[in-house]
């Protein structure tokens, strides 16, 4: 009887080896993949029980947090002042600002070259004037030369003269730098005292112009007239 021949493994050893590890990686990749699949589930289930075990007032603030807008509208500030100046002089307006601000605590002021783009000039001048407690008109020889800068200061002594609570609203002043001479000065600003900034009494004349108690006066009508508009829009 013959004996009949033995079947041998047509791979070598070492690519059955080969076969035999990579299985036992997949396998171990698998439980590997289980244990973290076990976790998450563990950990949504814990970030569940925790939300389940907060107070419904408390869930209501998160989702309140979450819903918030990023940036929230500002609300619109009554100045204390803006300084009306020719387009060459806007360096000398921001130190002006600089000085009334920082040396005197006269804030929040700004200069009409700051006020918001995009817009007409007129609808900047009407914010600029009635959204401040004071107009100052920066006197220098650049200012007369300035076609639009004559109608700002005509603008602005109008609406001091027509509406009451804007009376002696309006403050001329000569600064250090390239002051206009008087006798250059319109006649209807002559008729108003004008800071001069090199006087020695410059200290005192603003004190006594710009004061706490006439601010908050016109800073209530502001707001007054302010929400009867809106109400008025709304109806």
């Not at 600064?175 to 200290?203: D, H, K, Q, V, Y």
Request: proline share 5%.
């Amino acid at each position: 009887m013959g004996i009949g021949k033995s079947k041998t493994d047509p791979c070598p050893l070492s690519l059955s080896w080969g076969k035999s590890h990579s299985v036992d990686t997949s396998q171990r990749q698998h439980k590997s993949d289980s244990k973290k699949s076990e976790e998450m589930s563990l950990s949504d289930a814990a970030a569940h029980s925790n939300t389940a075990e907060m107070p419904t007032g408390e869930q209501e603030g998160a989702k309140g947090v979450e819903e918030m807008p990023e940036e929230e509208a500002e609300e619109e500030v009554f100045l204390k002042f803006v300084i009306l100046h020719a387009e060459e002089d806007t360096d000398e307006a921001l130190r002006v600002q600089n000085l009334l601000e920082n040396d005197f605590g006269i804030k929040p002021g700004i200069i009409f070259a700051e006020m918001p783009g995009g817009r007409q000039h007129l609808q900047n001048l009407d914010d600029a004037v009635n959204g401040s407690a004071w107009t100052i008109l920066l006197l220098t020889k650049n200012f007369l030369r300035d076609t639009w800068c004559k109608f700002q200061f005509y603008t602005s002594l109008m609406n001091s003269v027509n509406r009451q609570h804007k009376y002696n609203s309006v403050i001329p002043m000569r600064p250090l730098n390239n002051p206009l001479p008087r006798e250059r000065t319109p006649f209807a600003l002559r008729t108003i005292n004008a800071l001069e900034e090199e006087s020695r009494g410059f200290p005192t004349q603003v004190e006594r112009i710009f004061k706490d108690s006439v601010y908050r006066i016109q800073q209530a009508i502001w707001k007054e007239t302010r929400n009867t508009v809106q109400r008025q829009f709304i109806a």
